[in-house]
């Protein structure tokens, strides 16, 4: 099992930044993709970066504005938001996709931080 807890998440104007942690704990091995999604009401869950095998790749809603990062040292994944736009508000999750010995795989998330962008 892997847990997950995401932080970060607070109420920011328009044009700003903010930086979500995801510190992950428990039996942290093979894992295969680590991400961040979000939510906002009435829509779908949509991802919005990720660090996998074949490299990190984006949303292209949200490409040069955020950056997704990653420190194993620390088991942490990290979301850095520039450029805030109010289109942006959502909840955001983490994402860990662990590679199981069957070939399949185990998606771990975290409980979600509230992100809202407005003046």
């Known amino acids: 099992q892997v847990q997950l807890v995401e932080s970060g998440g607070v109420l920011v104007q328009p044009g700003g930044s903010l930086r979500l942690s995801c510190a992950a704990s428990?039996?942290?091995?093979?894992?295969?993709?680590v991400g961040w999604y979000r939510q906002a009401p009435g829509k779908q869950r949509e991802l919005v970066a990720a660090i996998t095998t074949d490299g990190t790749n984006y949303a292209d809603s949200v490409k040069a504005r955020f950056t997704i990062s990653r420190d194993n040292a620390k088991n942490t994944v990290y979301l850095q938001m520039n450029s805030l736009k109010p289109e942006d508000t959502a909840v955001y999750y983490c994402?860990?996709?662990?590679?199981?010995?069957?070939?399949?795989?185990?998606?771990?998330w975290g409980q979600g931080t509230q992100v809202t962008v407005s003046s």
């Open positions: 994402n860990f996709r662990q590679l199981l010995l069957s070939g399949t795989y185990s998606d771990y």
């Open positions: 428990g039996s942290i091995f093979s894992i295969n993709a």
